[in-house]
């Protein structure tokens, strides 16, 4: 075993390869988060009889206020309607796939770990975890039910005119798209995300989370955010791909049978590239928090002050007469982050040397991957 394949299992946990993919449907892959890799698999379970029904959350909004409602779909075709990420809290898990595991013979699910471990825990009580197949995205965090409320406020957007809203999709990085009652506005997600949507709006359990990469689940899926940004422009002209860590035998076979049905398209690629950044800070030993299992990492002065950062930007995000004043706080915070990560790599600390051996190696590797393309 190399160094980099010990370094990148001790981050991500097990695996026995990783993937660059996307949906040959280019309706699905425009539409889908990041190449719409999630959606082509469980339409190919459906359609093709491997599994009898999905368990997905369905999106509600009221007032603003957007969570999601889990649910039971059968049909391939009803799968387009759930496709792309939902930042947003979900309810009634354990209910809707208990009622599966009692009523289906084989079940597929999409979740973020915490509903993982959940699905995985419940299956093996029910004596039913052979039938259970599991897609996992990675989740650096899960926005709580007021995080939209403040970025609408952010953009000037009246919550009461809100009919829904898509997160993600029209291409990658794509666009958070917000139906109103006065038509659809548009913002670029990294922009939406960055508002501070995604960087206070959730709780300590996420916070010191120490896995992000998913690993209950048989695949887990990212965005190829790791590619070097000069070799991520053919995925966005192509509207996305997705990056798969095979975790298992049976996910392993599940994304080479959708392969040859044509559903997908499957280039294996350097296990590095299962990387981000956001997994080197969860895997990171904090310093206001007392988090020991999963941790492989010691603190950077990055880490320690984006751990100051979260403490007190929380405090702000959890006081509504506050949003104004947080808005701007987490612009001087960006900018002190950016500092951060420059000493870090001039003080040569150990979680600064990690971090830019990673890139380093990304950056090598980029080409191998814009050459499967062609």
């Known amino acids: ?17 990783v993937y660059i993919a996307w949906a040959t449907d280019e309706r699905i892959r425009r539409r889908g ?49 759930f496709s792309g990420s939902l930042y947003a809290p979900t309810f009634g898990f354990a209910k809707v796939f208990d009622l ?34 599991i897609l996992g995205p990675y989740c650096n965090n899960t926005p709580n039910v007021y995080a939209v409320r403040y970025a609408l406020k952010r953009f000037h957007i009246s919550a009461y005119e809100v009919v829904s809203i898509s997160f993600r999709g029209y291409g990658w990085p794509g666009f958070t798209s917000i139906w109103t009652s006065g038509g659809v506005v548009r913002i670029s997600f990294p922009i939406f ?28 899926l990212a965005d190829p955010w790791t590619l070097p940004a000069r070799e991520r422009e053919p995925f966005m002209k ?15 076979n599940l994304l080479r049978e959708a392969s040859e049905a044509g559903y997908l398209v499957l280039r294996e690629v350097d296990p590095i ?38 403490v007190f930007g929380r405090a702000l995000a959890l006081r509504e007469g506050a949003w104004p004043l947080l808005s701007f706080y987490h612009r001087g915070v960006g ?11 001039g003080l040569g600390t150990r979680w600064g040397r990690v971090r830019r051996g990673i890139r380093r190696l990304q950056s090598a590797k980029g080409q191998e991957v814009v050459r499967m393309l062609k």
């Open 1 to 17: 075993m190399s160094t980099p394949d010990k370094i990148v299992r001790s981050l991500i946990g097990n695996y026995s390869a």
């Open 273 to 310: 590239f299962a990387l981000p950044d956001s997994v080197l800070i969860k895997s990171t030993a904090r310093v206001f928090a007392d988090v020991k299992n999963g941790i492989s990492l010691s603190p950077g002065v990055f880490t320690i002050l984006r751990e100051a950062a979260y």
């Open 193 to 220: 995300w960055d508002s501070g949507f995604g960087h206070y709006f959730y709780g300590r359990s996420c916070f010191v989370c120490t896995n992000p990469t998913n690993v209950g689940a048989d695949l887990s």
């Open 335 to 345: 900018w002190l982050l950016s500092l951060a990560l420059l000493v870090d790599e």
């Open 33 to 81: 988060a990041s190449g719409g890799v999630g959606t082509a698999l469980l339409r190919y379970l459906l359609e093709h009889h491997r599994v009898d029904a999905v368990v997905v959350p369905r999106q509600r909004v009221n007032r603003g206020f957007v969570y999601g409602v889990w649910t039971v779909v059968r049909q391939g075709e009803e799968l387009e309607r």
């Open 100 to 133: 599966a595991l009692r009523r289906f013979g084989r079940i597929a699910v999409t979740a973020v770990p915490c509903y993982v471990e959940a699905a995985r825990r419940l299956a093996r009580l029910r004596g039913r975890e052979h039938a259970v197949f």
């Open 238 to 252: 192509l509207g996305g791909a997705t990056l798969v860590v095979v975790r298992s035998e049976k996910g392993l």
